[in-house]
């Protein structure tokens, strides 16, 4: 089994990623470290909380994270894509567990420490924690594993804004630093998401199955393809944080590309803006490319057996 830490800002979208990721067999979830982006810290917390008391497994620790990114406040989520409460205002009772008193930072390191080269991170929304891990405890570079992210636009149009993709946008110093670290890196950006689309009919289809954290996810998942339906004239919805999950199960069904990439920090039009180089930065002639000289080489998903990621996700949710 692989060991997993699901970094998340639970969001209706990771609501399902942790689903599906808890039903796999495959994976050995040792805890989930919750940030802002979608809502606030404290309701991505009771989320994440409510989302494990749903599917009985309190057995895993939930570790609060950061309130904030790096440089900025934050900025007050997307309620209109998730809801006020971060799950499609369905407002459920709290859970009576607790987040455990490590931050999402020092959890990562410490499991990162305690199983070297064993743990995997999937991370759902900005990259916050991960950089202030990074920045706790450097080694934790070769130390993991790898790391899968949901976010990024290597060659596509963003969502949050033209230019750059949600979870990048949140918090652009964050992805910088963890695009410019020396790990196993996997950017599951928009350049596949929007290529996998989950439609009325598939949502309807695992809409079927009756266990108590499904029921919630679908309740909830109503008012994002309300959303999808509003935004872009779609039935159906893009399938982003379940695409980490389904390329940790099956990557073969994803083909990749290696890039160094840095990210727009600078308030301006592009901020968060993912740009990778396929120049050879290397040379000497060409300092416009010095902002990519020397940096690690991302594992960048480029095209999607999306068919065959939409089996995978329906077989793990509709147990
Ligand atoms: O751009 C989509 C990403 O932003 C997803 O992770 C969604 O949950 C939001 O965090
Ligand atoms: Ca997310």
Same mark, same amino acid.
């Given at each position: 089994?692989?060991? @997993?830490?699901?970094?998340?800002?639970?969001?209706?979208? %990771?609501?399902?990623?942790?689903?599906?990721? @808890?039903?796999?067999?495959?994976?050995?979830?040792?805890?989930?470290?919750?940030?802002?982006?979608?809502?606030?810290?404290?309701?991505?917390? #009771?989320?994440?909380?409510?989302?494990? *008391?749903?599917?009985?497994?309190? *057995?895993?620790?939930?570790?609060?994270?950061?309130?904030?990114? @790096?440089?900025?406040?934050?900025?007050?989520?997307?309620? $209109?894509?998730?809801?006020? *409460?971060?799950?499609?205002?369905? =407002?459920?009772?709290?859970?009576?567990?607790?987040?455990?008193?490590?931050?999402?930072?020092? $959890?990562?390191?410490?499991?990162?420490?305690?199983?070297?080269?064993?743990?995997? !991170?999937?991370?759902?929304?900005?990259?916050?924690?991960?950089?202030?891990?990074?920045?706790?405890?450097?080694? !934790?570079?070769?130390?993991?594993?790898?790391?899968?992210?949901?976010?990024?636009? +290597?060659?596509?149009?963003?969502?949050?804004?033209?230019?750059?993709?949600?979870?990048?946008?949140?918090?652009? /110093?964050?992805?910088?630093?963890? $695009?410019?670290?020396?790990?196993?890196?996997?950017?599951?950006?928009? *350049?596949?998401?929007?290529?996998?689309?989950?439609?009325?009919?598939? !949502? +309807? /289809? !695992?809409?079927?199955?009756?266990?108590?954290?499904?029921?919630?996810?679908?309740?909830?998942?109503?008012?994002?393809?309300?959303? $999808?339906?509003?935004?872009?004239?779609?039935?159906?919805?893009?399938?982003?944080?379940? #695409?980490?999950?389904? =390329?940790?199960?099956?990557?073969?069904?994803?083909?990749?590309?290696?890039?160094?990439?840095?990210?727009?920090?600078?308030?301006?039009?592009?901020?968060?803006?993912?740009?990778?180089? %396929?120049?050879?930065?290397?040379? /000497? /002639?060409?300092?416009?490319?010095?902002?990519?000289?020397?940096?690690?080489?991302?594992?960048?998903?480029?095209?999607?057996?999306?068919?065959?990621?939409?089996?995978?996700?329906?077989?793990?949710?509709?147990?």
């Amino acid at each position: 089994m692989k060991k @997993l830490i699901i970094d998340t800002d639970p969001g209706i979208d %990771d609501a399902m990623a942790i689903q599906m990721a @808890l039903n796999a067999q495959e994976l050995d979830i040792m805890g989930l470290t919750t940030v802002f982006g979608n809502v606030n810290i404290d309701l991505t917390t #009771s989320n994440a909380l409510r989302i494990l *008391d749903l599917a009985g497994r309190n *057995d895993i620790a939930v570790a609060k994270g950061a309130e904030h990114p @790096l440089k900025t406040k934050f900025a007050g989520g997307v309620p $209109f894509v998730h809801g006020d *409460d971060g799950q499609g205002n369905t =407002y459920k009772p709290a859970s009576k567990s607790s987040a455990v008193e490590l931050s999402a930072s020092a $959890f990562l390191v410490e499991h990162i420490l305690r199983y070297p080269g064993e743990v995997t !991170i999937a991370a759902l929304g900005p990259l916050t924690n991960l950089a202030m891990a990074l920045q706790m405890e450097p080694q !934790i570079q070769q130390l993991v594993k790898e790391i899968v992210i949901m976010g990024g636009n +290597a060659f596509c149009a963003g969502n949050a804004t033209p230019a750059a993709e949600a979870n990048m946008y949140s918090d652009p /110093e964050a992805a910088d630093i963890v $695009f410019g670290a020396d790990w196993s890196l996997t950017m599951v950006g928009l *350049d596949v998401t929007h290529k996998t689309v989950l439609s009325k009919h598939d !949502i +309807a /289809e !695992i809409s079927t199955s009756k266990t108590p954290l499904n029921r919630h996810v679908m309740e909830a998942y109503k008012f994002y393809q309300d959303f $999808f339906k509003k935004a872009n004239k779609m039935d159906g919805t893009y399938l982003h944080d379940a #695409s980490v999950i389904a =390329y940790l199960l099956d990557r073969s069904l994803y083909q990749t590309a290696a890039y160094p990439i840095r990210v727009e920090t600078s308030d301006c039009l592009g901020k968060g803006k993912v740009w990778p180089s %396929d120049g050879a930065s290397d040379q /000497e /002639e060409r300092p416009a490319l010095r902002p990519w000289r020397n940096r690690p080489l991302v594992n960048v998903c480029v095209d999607v057996n999306a068919k065959e990621v939409i089996d995978l996700v329906k077989s793990k949710l509709m147990l």
